[in-house]
Nanobody, 114 residues
Framework: VQLQASGGGLVQAGGSLRLSCAAS????????MNWYRQAPGKQRELVAS???????TFTDSVKDRFTISRDNAKRVVYLQMSSLKPEDTAVYYC?????????WGQGTQVTVSS
């Protein structure tokens, strides 16, 4: 299993970024996928999830600002982030949770300046 996240960067508050996670090594279309983030000195938190059928959930702090989507043909899951705030600054990780095991990508840094 490999999860390759990309798309992070430095953006001003109010800006947007789109993260991508390219997956391989498993049957992507049958798996729920998740985005987590970890800010300095804080625990890793679940930001958004998308089921195999396309149902989405979000943590309260990003609702109405972030969207998660997937392209099963390309085996990619996206996190579209809008109206970014300095408190969104973190390393963002793509995740697959399967059979009581977590698979993680390498993370991509998102920094939001005020």
């Amino acid at each position: 299993v490999q999860l390759q996240a990309s798309g992070g960067g430095l953006v001003q508050a109010g800006g947007s970024l789109r993260l991508s996670c390219a997956a391989s090594g498993f049957i992507f279309k049958f798996n729920a996928m998740n985005w987590y983030r970890q800010a300095p000195g804080k625990q890793r938190e679940l930001v958004a999830s998308i089921s195999s059928g396309g149902m989405t959930t979000f943590t309260d702090s990003v609702k109405d600002r972030f969207t998660i989507s997937r392209d099963n043909a390309k085996r990619v899951v996206y996190l579209q982030m809008s109206s970014l705030k300095p408190e969104d600054t973190a390393v963002y990780y793509c995740n697959r949770h399967y059979s009581d095991y977590d698979y993680w990508g390498q993370g991509t840094q998102v920094t939001v300046s005020s």
